[in-house]
């Protein structure tokens, strides 16, 4: 398999009705030659389904991590034990790109970090920026301001976020598991008072240099 990237995947409720078709033309058609990890915190009867898929890995979990907590695990325990970059998509998304583009855009990629143009549906972090900025703030559960908490960390340690058109996915379907079950929306206004409270503000107003100004 590639050692340059591997692909990451948390799913929750989609992993059957969404995740599971863009699958089978990733392993078929776009990342043959791609290790593929899924973390499924929803107890979705994955297993099955994704045997014969031989260079998928499921990682079932017991209850869900959350969004921050499976990015880390799936960066630290998994695709960076053999990678130099992660490649996280949604579960709800479909690519339509292949390991010839990816790979392009990370050697065009300067900064370590870039993300698909204004969305983190598939973003691609290196080990280094990783290593640097550090885990995911776990506390923002089980989803939300993730994203925003992690781009204010690197624009703290001066690095730049690069945004690619050619990550857009072609398929994109917004929030599918919030709507199949919006109790996982339930800690949105938590989470955002976290955030303003750890940086001073909300996204794009933040005004401390350290978390909670210590």
Request: net charge positive; glycine share 4%; with cysteine.
């Amino acid at each position: 398999m590639s050692n340059t990237f591997a692909i990451g995947i948390p799913t929750i409720n989609r992993g059957l009705d969404l995740m599971l078709p863009s699958l089978m033309l990733y392993v078929q058609r776009d990342f043959p030659n791609t290790d593929i990890y899924i973390i499924d915190n929803g107890k979705q009867g994955l297993a099955d389904k994704l045997k014969s898929f031989k260079n998928v890995h499921l990682i079932e979990e017991e209850q869900n991590l959350g969004v921050a907590a499976s990015w880390n695990k799936l960066c630290k325990e998994f695709i960076f034990k053999n990678n130099k970059y992660a490649f996280i998509l949604n579960d709800d998304i479909y690519l339509g790109y292949n390991e010839s583009l990816v790979n392009e855009v990370i050697k065009k990629n300067k900064s370590g970090f870039v993300q698909a143009h204004t969305t983190w549906a598939a973003f691609i972090i290196s080990k280094p920026i990783f290593d640097k900025v550090g885990d995911f703030d776990e506390s923002l559960y089980p989803a939300y301001f993730e994203d925003n908490d992690y781009v204010y960390r690197m624009k703290l340690a001066n690095i730049i976020v690069e945004n690619s058109m050619k990550l857009v996915p072609l398929v994109m379907r917004h929030s599918s598991s919030i709507n199949k079950d919006p109790k996982l929306n339930r800690d949105f206004i938590k989470n955002k008072n976290y955030f303003i409270d750890k940086w001073g503000g909300e996204p794009n107003r933040e005004k401390f240099k350290k978390p909670f100004n210590k």
